[in-house]
């Protein structure tokens, strides 16, 4: 056996372990039940390697026990997974829209493309680049041209913008809070803590950076709704279209961003309670704090 057979990556084994836990709630598999190393790699169609680290994984968790004759059982049944644990490697084409997200932030695409040339570029069939292309452009950064083609549009490609972008936000989101029309959403706030504390509970190890991108920016958004003032919604969305690619390359640090999410239920706890000001010196805080890590982590660019 090669090493790298013995030992598979952590992020498919991550992936694995969400979908063990998924079938131990589908089956369902009760507390005492054993699980086959053999079964689960048929079932997962995978080899029994990555299976065996992903159940290793579930012991750390508690999720798994061991069992007298070898091998694990259930030790407790997990909690419902909200992102769904059909995610192996992110969303279908994931690899591939972030190839073009990359080569597009790198100078490798130029403005304007053809799908014909994007179809050769990606080896990609005509229905799974219509997909990806549909996803990119409701994300706001291509669009079609009339007649023919697609051209991308402006994103934040330095280190310099990007800082920028983060300076406006630190001015503007603690601003939303102070706004008189400012009205708390209770329901949409409570379906942004529901997200926040399944990345808490262990979906922040295996998301996608796009869904990881998504959860985060859906709550900075629902908090700048709240403000009943559609500026500051609209400005935070043209930010957030704009640095969507810059936060795709920056280095995802599982462990700042779990963080990152304890800070956010913090943030929605604070508001659902009415301590506004509170709230807005921790959003804050919160972003300065953000700015800087992600400073660190993010790869030259080439304005750099």
Known sequence: MSPASEHPPRALSE??????EQLILDTPLEPGSALVERTLASRLRVSRSPVRAALKILAERGTVGPRAQGGYVVQRRPKSLPFGASFEHGPPGEATYLKIGE??????????VSENDLMRRYGLTKATLASLLRRIANEGWIER?????????????????????????ILLEPAALSEPGFTVDEAALRR???EQQALIDGAVRWVSPAQLFDANTRLHETIAACSGNVFFLDSLKRINRLRRLMEYRTTVDRDAAARRCSEHKTLIELLLAGQRQAAADFIRLHLRDAAREKAMGRPPTLDD
């Open 145 to 169: 041209l009339p007649g023919h083609g697609w051209q991308f549009l402006p994103v934040l490609t330095s280190g310099d913008t990007y800082d920028q972008a983060y300076r406006f936000r």
């Open 192 to 194: 942004c803590l529901a």
């Open 103 to 112: 080569d597009r932030l790198a100078g490798r695409l130029p403005e304007r």
């Open 15 to 20: 992936q694995l372990a969400v979908r063990i």
